[in-house]
């Protein structure tokens, strides 16, 4: 078996057992468990506003359960220095790039918190620096508005890691870099080229949400046929789609909206609920950021809706007092936060107050759950869900910047059920898909949608297409979703052979035995 040796900060150090319970109270725990961050500069054991900021390491479980034929060796960094072997160091980050390569103070600038001895044995070349990104699709460069009204301002990412690693004297070819952004490869070898760049880390394409739903999809062995067939049996009580909103996004509550507008918003299984968090002019005290942070992690999220905020959207029905103010907030926070959707007289009627009340009357909207307070969507879900509808509108993670192709374990698992999806999603997602084997549904479902850089065009484009699904019959639906059957079938089967995901693990192999082996 081929050996794929990780060496830890604080190894030997957070398998004791005190240590291991104040880290489980304290921080939910980590992955792999009882290791402590690397490149984190302290142990923050006895200080709770003192986050550590990298919390997920995915490349750990990617031998450990996926590679049957690798032995996962962990220790701590100082034992493989003492015996002068090499091994792969793994930056894990969580949260956006703003927190882990940042320029605003030392704890969250890229490299600084490595321990010196650990620094000396990359600089001898005998160390493979792993930045993992794999579990999100955040761009490399920020700066054009679209992408930096969706994720943010922060510095290049390309750049910072090379002038980290000139500064530290780190070998740059000793780096790899893990991002489940599909356009990144291309975007890092352009930038290298334009900069002139001699020698370049490895930028490696690693879509971790396609293996991530991995423990669940093992156990899905339906076929498109029992899926029609069932369709068929329980035409009368079928819904026409199914959309999950677990996070109020600006743009997702824009096109639940616009879903309400239209009047196809009772057509489709439906989810919202509104935490108290995001009503900032009532729950004033309530802080999202800390709420994420407390939890860096954790498989929970309180961050999303809980039983309370439940029964607090069922008072909106009750209390108008309560409901007007609600509205008026949302009616001021959508004109700055939508305004990349545009300014047509359309948008303006989506977003106007009567709307907005008239959507907030109808919450909560569950569809399976009414607390994702322990929610792990990766692994908990249903696949009844996907069966009592005929096609799905997917929320994708991002959706506005033209320099994201980021599909999450949202499509894949539309792919694993059967289920023909409308999408809105970043532009070009669709023709991605297609490059790596999945086929679309044109021309069942238009999707000139995602050939649109515009994000306002793109969302007229989805709704229109959404209208049209919207106007057929069950009857109609039926026959629509018999005519895909080689296309979801197809798409189900690609997912089942991994040929993306074992590339992009044979490129890190490559690298590994390079460096380390």
């Given at each position: ?21 104040i ?36 490349i ?7 590679i ?23 930056i ?10 940042g ?21 001898k070349?005998k ?32 750049e ?27 975007t ?16 490696i ?20 046929e ?50 108290k ?52 907030e949302?009616y001021?926070r ?43 969507s ?17 929320y ?85 979703y ?16 991994e040929?993306?995901f ?16």
């Amino acid at each position: 078996m081929k050996k794929i040796k990780f060496g830890w900060d604080y190894w030997n150090y957070s398998r004791q057992s005190e240590i291991r319970k104040i880290i489980k109270k304290d921080f939910g725990g980590f992955s792999p468990d009882y290791t402590w961050q690397n490149d984190s500069d302290t142990l923050p054991l006895f200080d709770s506003n003192y986050q550590p900021t990298n919390a997920w390491h995915n490349i750990v479980p990617i031998f450990d359960h996926h590679i049957p034929t690798s032995e996962v060796i962990h220790k701590d960094v100082t034992e493989y220095i003492d015996d002068d072997e090499s091994f792969v160091y793994v930056i894990s980050t969580n949260g956006g790039p703003q927190l882990w390569c940042g320029e605003d103070s030392k704890r969250n600038t890229l490299f600084y918190n490595i321990k010196e001895h650990t620094k000396e044995h990359i600089r001898k070349g005998k160390v493979l620096v792993v930045i993992d990104l794999s579990f999100e699709g955040f761009c490399i460069d920020s700066s054009d508005d679209y992408s930096r009204t969706e994720m943010g301002g922060y510095p290049h990412l390309a750049e910072v890691v090379h002038r980290r690693a000139e500064e530290e004297k780190f070998p740059i070819e000793n780096i790899a870099f893990l991002s489940g952004n599909h356009k990144d490869p291309e975007t890092y070898k352009k930038w290298c080229e334009d900069n002139n760049v001699k020698k370049s880390m490895n930028w490696i394409l690693l879509d971790w949400c396609e293996r991530a739903i991995s423990s669940d999809y093992k156990h899905i062995r339906s076929t498109f046929e029992e899926n029609f067939n069932y369709k068929v049996d329980n035409l009368d009580s079928m819904k026409h789609y199914l959309c999950l909103m677990r996070r109020w996004k600006p743009t997702r509550v824009f096109h639940h909206l616009s879903l309400n507008y239209h009047n196809i918003l009772d057509k489709g299984s439906v989810s919202a609920i509104l935490a108290k968090w995001d009503v900032k002019s009532i729950f004033k005290d309530i802080d999202r950021t800390k709420l994420e942070m407390n939890n860096a992690g954790e498989v929970t999220f309180s961050d999303c809706a809980t039983e309370d905020d439940t029964e607090f959207n069922k008072t909106l029905l009750k209390e108008n007092e309560v409901l007007d103010v609600v509205t008026e907030e949302f009616y001021q926070r959508m004109k700055p936060d939508l305004s990349m959707l545009g300014t047509s007289s359309e948008t303006f009627r989506i977003r106007a107050k009567d709307n907005i009340k008239n959507f907030l009357q109808k919450l909560p909207l569950v569809v399976d759950k009414t607390s994702f307070n322990t929610l792990d969507s990766f692994h908990h879900w249903d696949s009844q869900l996907y069966k009592d509808t005929f096609f799905s509108f997917v929320y994708e993670t991002w959706a506005i910047s033209p320099n994201i192709v980021f599909y999450s374990e949202k499509i894949y698992k539309c792919i694993l059920n059967f289920h023909p999806f409308v999408a809105w999603a970043n532009p070009h997602t669709i023709e991605y898909m297609n490059d790596n084997g999945y086929k679309s549904f044109n021309p069942h479902i238009n999707e000139n949608y995602d050939n649109h850089v515009s994000a306002e065009d793109r969302s007229i484009l989805v709704m229109k297409e959404m209208i049209t699904l919207c106007d057929m019959t069950n009857i109609q639906l039926l026959d629509w979703y018999a005519s895909q059957e080689e296309i979801l079938t197809h798409n189900y089967n690609r997912f089942m052979k991994e040929d993306s995901f074992m590339k992009s693990v044979n490129q890190f192999l490559e690298v590994y035995d390079r460096v380390v082996g």
